[in-house]
């Protein structure tokens, strides 16, 4: 049953929004990245991993003056949309909802992948189906309900990649890291490698998507954002260096579930600390599952409560849950899990953050130079962050569809979705014109549907 209060409950305490932003990311490491080493060496990908580093550092300041200064749950869309105009705003909710649908399709085949590693009559299928529509079911119930469950297993995800590191810390071999003076396959290999790097970070932006949920969003999201992609930083610098140095590229490109395996090959299958690793990561998938969830209901809800999508999706259930977008775009994602295969997905994903971030890169500069006065709560104190954040960004984006490129058909899928949206816009754009504007923020909600 839908109600017509659209009001959002402002639960989210800092380090909630925290869980929410780790949670969706930390699964980031124990798959996905590892295809990376398909296009370079170690080198190589520690030299993308910097790059792509130095881009989440500055670009995570950036986007917290933009969240702050404009705390909506559009995000992105809204940002875009006040700089730019609303066609702007469509494109960058629309990158959004492509990042997050696409990565959680990833996620769940590697859930199932990890199930059937440890329980092999599961199928991975059944198991990435099962987990995919439970979590639907969860973020159903209530966002609080969420929140508290993200909150839970991104602790426990993040200590388990701490044991992983501990674990295998002893049996890293400096020959495996040092193999070559250059980088396998030079610079292209290292921007080929970049968008498995992203990997690393994707969706860490996630918690602008709840700034409407969050007590007092204009302190807690830069403290949330700032203390989520310092903790990533640690995290995987230590699993990129201790992984590579503990197996070969091919056993480490081989599986989607990486971790698991490698550590297999030095205590064994059946060892406890393999299972408890295992298990573990898990939960590392889970949490990133539950992360893009939220992020792209919210997006999908914003959009359709602007008009961009169909309006009934910008309903809420008698939770305060936007149940009708997390229904109906997850139920893409579940198709997506039936057919798709993670690297393919993965660069999908990765080219929706792309767009993204390059539209909030742009927003800044434009929103200092046309509306000097804006009301920022959170301000990058050096003028010189989002020109790095630019050029960073620039290098990641090239490093992304040389990937798209390698794989032949893809950049199609990708530019076709583009041009679909892009014509249902201009379809849609009378009837659009009149409703209200994603940087509207929380006066929107307030809209009777």
Same mark, same amino acid.
């Given at each position: 049953?839908?109600?017509?209060?659209?009001?959002?409950?402002?639960? /989210?305490?800092?380090?909630?929004?925290?869980?929410?932003?780790?949670?969706?990311?930390?699964?980031?490491? @124990?798959?996905?990245? *590892?295809?990376?080493?398909?296009?370079?060496?170690?080198?190589?990908?520690?030299?993308?991993?910097?790059?792509?580093?130095?881009?989440?550092?500055?670009?995570?300041?950036?986007?917290?003056?933009?969240? @702050?200064?404009?705390?909506?749950?559009?995000?992105?869309?809204?940002?875009?949309?006040?700089?730019?105009?609303?066609?702007?705003?469509?494109?960058?909710?629309?990158?959004?909802?492509?990042?997050?649908?696409?990565?959680?399709?990833?996620?769940?085949?590697?859930?199932?992948?990890?199930?059937?590693?440890?329980?092999?009559?599961?199928?991975?299928?059944?198991?990435?189906?099962?987990?995919?529509?439970?979590?639907?079911? %969860? *973020?159903?119930?209530?966002?609080?309900?969420?929140?508290?469950?993200?909150?839970?297993?991104? /602790?426990?995800?993040?200590?388990?990649?701490?044991?992983?590191?501990?674990?295998?810390?002893?049996?890293?071999?400096?020959?495996?890291?040092?193999?070559?003076?250059?980088?396998? *396959?030079?610079?292209?290999?290292?921007?080929?490698?970049?968008?498995?790097?992203?990997?690393?970070?994707?969706?860490?932006?996630?918690?602008?998507?709840?700034?409407?949920?969050?007590?007092?969003?204009?302190?807690?999201?830069?403290?949330?954002?700032?203390?989520?992609?310092?903790?990533?930083?640690?995290?995987?610098?230590?699993?990129?260096?201790?992984?590579?140095?503990?197996?070969?590229?091919?056993?480490?490109?081989?599986?989607?579930?990486?971790?698991?395996?490698?550590?297999?090959?030095?205590?064994?299958?059946?060892?406890?600390?393999?299972?408890?690793?295992?298990? %573990?990561?898990?939960?590392?998938?889970?949490?990133?599952?539950?992360?893009?969830?939220?992020?792209?209901?919210?997006?999908?809800?914003?959009?359709?409560?602007?008009?961009?999508?169909?309006?009934?999706?910008?309903?809420?259930?008698?939770?305060?849950?936007?149940?009708?977008?997390?229904?109906?775009?997850?139920?893409?994602?579940?198709?997506?899990?039936?057919?798709?295969?993670?690297?393919?997905?993965?660069?999908?994903?990765?080219?929706?953050?792309?767009?993204?971030?390059?539209?909030?890169?742009?927003?800044?500069?434009?929103?200092?130079?046309?509306?000097?006065?804006?009301?920022?709560?959170?301000?990058?104190?050096?003028?010189?962050?989002?020109?790095?954040?630019? !050029?960073?960004? !620039?290098?990641?984006?090239?490093?992304?569809?040389?990937?798209?490129?390698?794989?032949?058909?893809?950049?199609?899928?990708?530019?076709?979705?583009?041009?679909?949206?892009?014509?249902?816009?201009?379809?849609?754009?009378?009837?659009?014109?009149?409703?209200?504007?994603?940087?509207?923020?929380?006066?929107?909600?307030?809209?009777?549907?």
């Amino acid at each position: 049953m839908t109600h017509e209060n659209s009001s959002l409950k402002r639960t /989210l305490t800092p380090i909630k929004l925290w869980g929410i932003c780790v949670g969706s990311v930390v699964s980031g490491m @124990t798959y996905g990245w *590892n295809y990376g080493f398909s296009y370079t060496d170690f080198k190589g990908m520690l030299i993308a991993y910097g790059i792509v580093t130095a881009f989440y550092i500055t670009f995570i300041l950036c986007y917290s003056e933009l969240a @702050t200064a404009i705390p909506s749950s559009a995000g992105p869309a809204a940002y875009a949309e006040k700089a730019f105009g609303r066609f702007w705003g469509y494109l960058a909710g629309l990158s959004v909802v492509m990042e997050y649908l696409f990565a959680a399709p990833a996620i769940s085949i590697s859930v199932g992948a990890y199930i059937h590693m440890f329980f092999p009559p599961i199928p991975a299928l059944a198991a990435s189906v099962f987990f995919y529509v439970l979590f639907v079911f %969860i *973020n159903c119930r209530s966002a609080e309900l969420g929140a508290n469950v993200e909150l839970a297993v991104t /602790l426990i995800a993040v200590l388990g990649i701490v044991l992983y590191c501990l674990a295998e810390m002893v049996h890293v071999d400096p020959g495996r890291l040092m193999t070559s003076s250059q980088p396998a *396959n030079g610079a292209s290999g290292v921007l080929a490698a970049v968008p498995y790097a992203v990997w690393f970070y994707l969706a860490v932006e996630s918690g602008a998507m709840d700034a409407e949920e969050c007590k007092a969003p204009e302190s807690d999201m830069p403290k949330a954002f700032i203390a989520s992609v310092l903790t990533l930083a640690v995290l995987t610098v230590s699993v990129l260096v201790i992984t590579a140095g503990t197996a070969s590229t091919a056993l480490i490109t081989s599986t989607d579930s990486p971790l698991p395996t490698v550590a297999a090959n030095i205590f064994g299958l059946g060892s406890p600390i393999v299972r408890i690793l295992g298990g %573990i990561g898990l939960f590392a998938l889970i949490a990133s599952l539950q992360g893009v969830m939220i992020g792209y209901s919210r997006q999908g809800y914003t959009l359709a409560r602007n008009r961009f999508l169909p309006a009934p999706l910008a309903r809420l259930n008698q939770r305060s849950v936007p149940d009708r977008a997390l229904k109906w775009i997850s139920a893409i994602g579940l198709v997506c899990v039936l057919i798709g295969k993670v690297n393919a997905l993965v660069c999908i994903s990765t080219s929706g953050s792309a767009v993204m971030t390059l539209l909030c890169i742009f927003s800044v500069f434009r929103l200092r130079l046309r509306q000097p006065d804006l009301k920022r709560p959170y301000r990058v104190a050096y003028p010189i962050v989002p020109i790095i954040a630019l !050029l960073m960004d !620039l290098v990641v984006v090239s490093g992304i569809l040389i990937s798209i490129l390698k794989q032949g058909k893809l950049i199609f899928i990708v530019l076709g979705i583009y041009f679909i949206a892009i014509v249902c816009y201009f379809i849609t754009r009378a009837r659009t014109s009149s409703g209200s504007s994603p940087s509207a923020g929380q006066d929107a909600l307030e809209r009777k549907i």
